[in-house]
């Protein structure tokens, strides 16, 4: 009974907030100074996300940002197969090249929920581009400028954002984005990569999580909350792959970081179903035996047992 109130609760409360969230947004912006009704009525209504994403000219990079929060991937929502190639490469341009960290957040979220195989290799690039710094080989790609405000928490659940621009320090132009925001876009990228329950997501996360061997080393391998959100994201990658990886980071990590191997034995339980205590010679006989998947909790079973740990 208790549980059950818990998550009404929960529900309820979750989705009074994100209204009066939005209502607050929408009343405090700019444009509800100038066009009132019109961003009220945006609020109770929203407009096409992919209509706004392919206004020309551009809308406003608040305006874009929210759309790729309502985006829904086109051609499994009665999108045209031109729909979802255009789409794909606005959120392209958006996570890997786009000077607004706000944006390049933004997109990142949304690819994490496409289907598309193409979003693996972008939200790679977007990890090893997430810098913010010009190349001189790409005449496209702008060097970081202050363009916007990262919200403080929320952005990844590996680390709190710097804020950007406006009221905090601005961003110097070509030298990129602050560590702190470059490691915070690189956690939203595995995150997003873990959601794709792709092969080449599950190899990528295993390198940056440290169980592709020495030789192995992408950008960010030596940050330890990024090895941390490589480690979750892995647990929620449905790929045979993340099995191997998670026992290699357990065993690697049993006597050396309590964090990782505790994410490795978490991961590892929910994608296995087997709930062996956190041993590595336990979890590298269920590897050696052959990985078999269990089926992926529903968000009832995921939102039960987050009760429990809170009732404990």
């Not at 590892?268 to 990985?291: I, S, Y």
Request: charged share 20%.
């Amino acid at each position: 009974m208790f549980r059950s109130l818990l998550l009404a609760g929960l529900v309820g409360a979750s989705i009074v907030s994100a209204g009066c969230t939005s209502m607050w947004d929408a009343v405090t912006s700019r444009n509800f100074r100038e066009q009132p009704f019109k961003t009220v009525g945006q609020v109770i209504v929203p407009e096409d996300p992919v209509v706004v994403l392919r206004a020309d000219p551009p809308r406003t990079g608040d305006e874009r940002a929210k759309a790729m929060h309502r985006l829904k991937e086109p051609i499994y929502n009665k999108g045209t197969q031109l729909d979802q190639d255009q789409i794909i490469d606005i959120l392209a341009q958006s996570a890997t090249r786009d000077p607004s960290p706000v944006l390049r957040f933004a997109a990142i979220e949304a690819l994490g929920r496409f289907e598309d195989p193409r979003a693996v290799s972008i939200l790679i690039l977007a990890y090893q581009q997430a810098d913010g710094q010009p190349d001189p080989m790409d005449p496209l790609k702008k060097p970081a400028t202050e363009t916007g405000i990262v919200p403080i928490g929320g952005l990844s659940a590996g680390r709190a954002p710097t804020r950007i621009g406006g009221e905090s320090f601005p961003l110097t132009g070509p030298t990129g984005f602050p560590p702190d925001t470059v490691a915070t876009l690189r956690c939203r990228c595995l995150e997003s990569l873990g959601r794709t329950h792709k092969p080449d997501a599950a190899r990528f996360l295993a390198a940056v999580a440290g169980a592709s061997g020495l030789d192995v080393k992408p950008p960010g391998y030596d940050d330890l909350e990024v090895r941390q959100a490589a480690v979750r994201a892995l647990g929620q990658c449905r790929q045979p792959e993340a099995v191997v990886a998670l026992a290699y980071v357990l065993n690697a990590e049993a006597n050396k970081d309590v964090t990782l191997a505790r994410g490795a034995h978490k991961g590892l339980v929910r994608l296995t179903g087997q709930k062996h205590p956190p041993d590595p010679q336990r979890w590298n006989e269920v590897v050696q035996a052959g990985v078999t998947l269990a089926p992926e909790p529903t968000w009832f079973e995921n939102a039960v047992q987050q009760a429990v740990i809170w009732e404990k």
